[in-house]
């Protein structure tokens, strides 16, 4: 490799490696603070809702697989038309959850989004299910 070569590596490497670090740094932030909303979310079910609505926002597949007691299926491409054709009113407690809790989260945003007021991301199906069987307090 020529001199010319080489400085110019150096000095693209110059600018990629800050842009790098700081493109981790933002998805480390921006991941923490959904998990942080997350365990709230969980905090808050595990207290106890009135009457929420459980939405399993996996696919028709999924669900069939096994869901919670109780439990309506609309997969997260459906939201938030699904749960409003469905009657769920924009001030129902709604809890959302997935196989891992991406999707309910992204679910959790969308219905946000469209007005509903009470969502809350159960995150993913087994720890909902922890969260709903523990003791209230």
């Known amino acids: 490799m020529n001199t010319n070569a080489r400085q110019m590596t150096r000095r693209a490497f110059a600018v990629k490696a800050p842009l790098g670090a700081f493109f981790v740094a933002l998805i480390s932030t921006l991941t923490l603070g959904i998990s942080t909303a997350w365990a709230n979310d969980l905090e808050i079910i595990r207290e106890g809702l009135s009457s929420p609505v459980i939405v399993d926002v996996r696919t028709e597949r999924e669900f069939g697989g096994g869901a919670l007691d109780g439990a309506v299926n609309h997969p997260v491409q459906g939201l938030p038309g699904t749960l409003l054709d469905m009657g769920v009113e924009l001030d129902e407690e709604v809890i959302v959850y997935c196989r891992s809790g991406r999707r309910s989260a992204q679910a959790k945003t969308l219905l946000k989004a469209a007005g ?13 299910e922890e969260a709903l069987e523990a003791p209230k307090s």
């Open 116 to 128: 509903f007021k009470l969502v809350f991301d159960g995150g993913a199906m087994s720890k909902l």
